[in-house]
């Protein structure tokens, strides 16, 4: 049973730092693409920011300059450096894998979502 459990948010005053963690447990062959979705309330789901199993990344316009994404392939884990956060910026956000499984199929998991809130 593969599991995504994020961890790292809260709340935080404009300008201030966050980091976001997501650790992959389960047994799998490879993980390919991860990244980071946000969901606003009363907004669809979006991209944040993702990266490729070679480290590639790429942002949302409305992030770049402000957040990082990166992963350590050997601890299964991916991160979310939020940096210069705004208001607009709070949202779930949720870890997403896309994993080759030890059947050498490919599936899609979630985590359950971590809540960040920026508010003074």
């Known amino acids: 049973q593969v599991q995504l459990v994020e961890s790292g948010g809260g709340l935080v005053q404009p300008g201030g730092s966050l980091r976001l963690s997501c650790a992959v447990s389960g047994v799998i062959f490879k993980i390919n693409d991860m990244g980071w979705y946000r969901q606003a309330p009363g907004k669809q789901r979006e991209l944040a920011a993702g990266i490729t199993s070679g480290g590639r990344t790429n942002y949302a316009d409305a992030v770049k300059g402000r957040f990082t994404i990166s992963r350590d392939n050997t601890e299964k884990m991916v991160y979310l450096q939020m940096n210069s956060l705004k208001p607009e910026d709070t949202a779930v956000y949720y870890c997403?894998?896309?994993?080759?499984?030890?059947?050498?199929?490919?599936?899609?998991?979630w985590g359950q979502g971590t809540q960040v809130t920026v508010s003074s």
């Open positions: 997403n894998a896309n994993v080759t499984n030890t059947l050498f199929n490919f599936k899609e998991y």
